[in-house]
């Protein structure tokens, strides 16, 4: 039977490394997002390079109905789903509660939390059907510590620090392993959509240090997926080697 990965948001960053290091290790592929033609090209060079299969489900994580939709179109033909990474996400605006945007507010919320929970309902229930799978929840620093001016967004990753415990303990029965990655400082598109496009203040985050890439993400990933039947790496913090926590960092 071929071993399928979901893999959600790998039109760019941390999902879209993850996608190829999955490729390379002979996975079939669902990649969505909701940038279509990001998807073809990424999807054209991974089949060519390594004669997978891949499906591209191009939606949008916070419509209930189009993401239940996408996901229940899932080809039988690409095998068994085996690995579910929850990764589409985003920051939106850097601001004090008093001057936030409620577009934004919203956003997040709807993107980090109620969509991992959209897609997560689905999959689950293919992962029990399948006898078991492995999830991984891409989480935050942000998600265990709290910085000024990151309320909303800090508030999603601990929604989705708090849903990783839920759905290890609900998903207990069923073999299905969860591992929470917490990142720090990824570079990314992650710093250009935080601050709605302003190249010069997304560059200004990473000065003086070496961050990390999406692959270092994805190589963690590629080690967890090596480990025997038994052994699951519940909680990973990856940091940049320049930073301490989401208060600390070290710039040259
Ligand atoms: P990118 O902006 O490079 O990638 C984000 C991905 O999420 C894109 O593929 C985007 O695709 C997808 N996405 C965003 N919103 C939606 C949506 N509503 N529906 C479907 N897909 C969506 O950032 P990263 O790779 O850095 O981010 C990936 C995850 O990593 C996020 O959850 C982020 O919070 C987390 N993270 C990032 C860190 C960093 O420093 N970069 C550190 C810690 C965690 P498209 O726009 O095409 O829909
Ligand atoms: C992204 C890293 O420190 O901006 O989750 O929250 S941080």
Known sequence: MNKLAI???????????????????????????????????????????????????????RDREATEQALSSIDKNLGQVCVLMNNAGLAAGLEHIDQGSTDDWDRMIDTNVKGVLYVTRIVSKMMIEAGGGHIFNVG???????????????????????????????????????????????????STVRFHGDQDRADNVYKGVTPLVGDDIAAVIEYCLSLPAHVNLNDIEIMPTQQANAYYTHRK
């Open 7 to 61: 893999v959600t948001g790998a039109s760019s960053g941390i999902g879209e490394a993850t996608a190829r290091r999955l490729a390379k290790l002979g996975y079939n592929l669902v990649i969505t997002a909701r940038r279509r033609e990001r998807l073809e090209k990424l999807a054209a060079e991974l089949i060519s390079n390594y004669g997978i299969k891949i499906q591209i489900l191009n939606f949008d994580v």
């Open 140 to 190: 935050s620093i942000a998600g265990i510590q709290t910085y000024e001016n990151g309320a909303v967004y800090c508030a999603s990753k601990h929604a989705m620090h708090a849903l990783s415990q839920g759905m290890r303990i609900d998903f207990l029965k069923y073999g299905i392993k969860v591992t929470e990655l917490r990142p720090g400082m990824v570079e990314t598109e992650f």
